[in-house]
């Protein structure tokens, strides 16, 4: 249970009341006092209070108060305290009707006994400012020669940065609760970062293939039939591909394709008794042929100019929201408008049958992709 001082009310009064110190709330004790409790219920105890003066004991202390409007009387009381050297007493009848401010001189303590208060620790916040400590300190590599340099390793961790909790050791901090929890961390993400590892190899030849794959748009598709698992006599395959690469024959590399869209790769080594397994769906034989073009970079360029032009129409947008002429606006949206144009021929390209004498033909991304995929 909480009881607020009788006091209290005194925070919300005259808070519209403020003394500027030069013109305004000017003088003794009793007169600042006197204008700060007018109004409020209270007044100033004239027979009680002290009178507050100079060193020499005989000269009425005047002082100078300053007060912005939203103070109260409660906050002006206290700077007046300060001001004057001097401690208030409240005194409130027992029907509430009077209400009394004694002010009395520091040095003057009398009978009064004193009460030091102090904020009730479960109150008190505490915030640590953290900027100069670290515990987790990333060490940037580099892509060289031999690869990728950097600490992941050397690092026992396997990790690309390093950790450190001495400091909250040293303070306490990091029990050993925490520390347990740290431990299986650590040997946590050290099996999986070796287990990356012993995979990270398979994975970039995974990579390389397929990028080789998509560098190869002539292709020979077999589809194989669900029930005897062999080819069937329809085969598809690129316009431009030779009767003599039609067979598979031994040498020959496979990409066998599964219902869920998952391959395996085999090379032929006996073509009469090559068999497929219950649930291929068909396979693809990529072929290389001189001349064509590399369908990966092709695609690879067409992406990059792609992304060149967009950032050029994040660049006007902003040109365009720091203005407000009607002229400079106008342009702005043309030239949005062109290079949105343009984005849009790179994905569709131009037919060969266009009638613009001024248009080269090109094929168009969307193309390329189907190329490569199909």
């Not at 007018?38 to 100033?44: D, L, M």
């Not at 009064?112 to 208060?117: C, P």
Request: one cysteine or more; aromatic letters at 8%; a negative charge.
């Amino acid at each position: 249970m909480t009881c607020s001082h009788v006091c209290g009310g005194l925070k919300t009064k005259n808070i519209y009341l403020s003394f500027d110190g030069d013109e305004t709330g000017i003088g003794t004790l009793e007169q600042l006092a006197t204008q700060v409790l007018a109004g409020t219920g209270w007044v100033y105890d004239t027979a009680g209070s002290d009178t507050i003066c100079e060193e020499d004991g005989e000269t009425v202390k005047i002082r100078s108060l300053k007060s912005n409007s939203k103070a109260g009387a409660y906050k002006m009381i206290t700077d007046l305290c300060t001001l004057f050297d001097a401690y208030p007493i409240f005194h409130c009848s027992e029907d509430g009707r009077t209400k009394m401010v004694t002010f009395r001189s520091m040095d003057n303590k009398g009978d009064m006994r004193e009460v030091m208060i102090g904020k009730d620790l479960q109150s008190i916040s505490f915030e640590e400012k953290s900027e100069d400590i670290v515990t987790r300190l990333y060490v940037e590599g580099e892509y060289g020669d031999d690869g990728y340099v950097g600490i992941d390793d050397v690092n026992p961790t396997g990790l690309t940065y390093l950790l450190n909790f001495s400091y909250y050791r040293e303070n306490g901090l990091f029990t050993a609760e925490h520390q347990a929890i740290y431990d299986t961390f650590l040997a946590n993400i050290m099996n999986i970062t070796e287990y990356i590892r012993e995979h990270a190899a398979e994975i970039t030849t995974m990579s390389n293939e397929l990028n080789t794959l998509w560098g190869q748009p002539l292709l020979v598709q077999y589809n194989i039939n669900s029930t005897t698992h062999s080819i069937e006599s329809t085969i598809k395959s690129s316009d431009d591909i030779s009767d003599d690469k039609l067979p598979i024959v031994v040498g020959d590399v496979l990409h066998i394709v599964g219902p869920s869209g998952t391959y395996r790769k085999e090379v032929v080594s006996n073509a009469s008794t090559f068999g497929f397994q219950a649930g291929d769906v068909y396979a693809v034989k990529y072929t290389t042929t001189e001349g064509k073009s590399n369908a990966a970079g092709t695609i690879g360029s067409k992406e990059v100019s792609i992304e060149a032009k967009e950032s050029a129409i994040t660049q006007i947008e902003r040109l365009k929201r720091q203005t407000t002429d009607p002229d400079k606006i106008a342009e702005y949206d043309r030239q949005i408008a062109e290079i949105r144009t343009q984005i849009q021929l790179i994905y569709t390209g131009v037919p060969e049958t266009t009638t613009d004498p001024d248009a080269v033909p090109t094929v168009g991304l969307y193309t390329l992709y189907y190329q490569a995929m199909d």
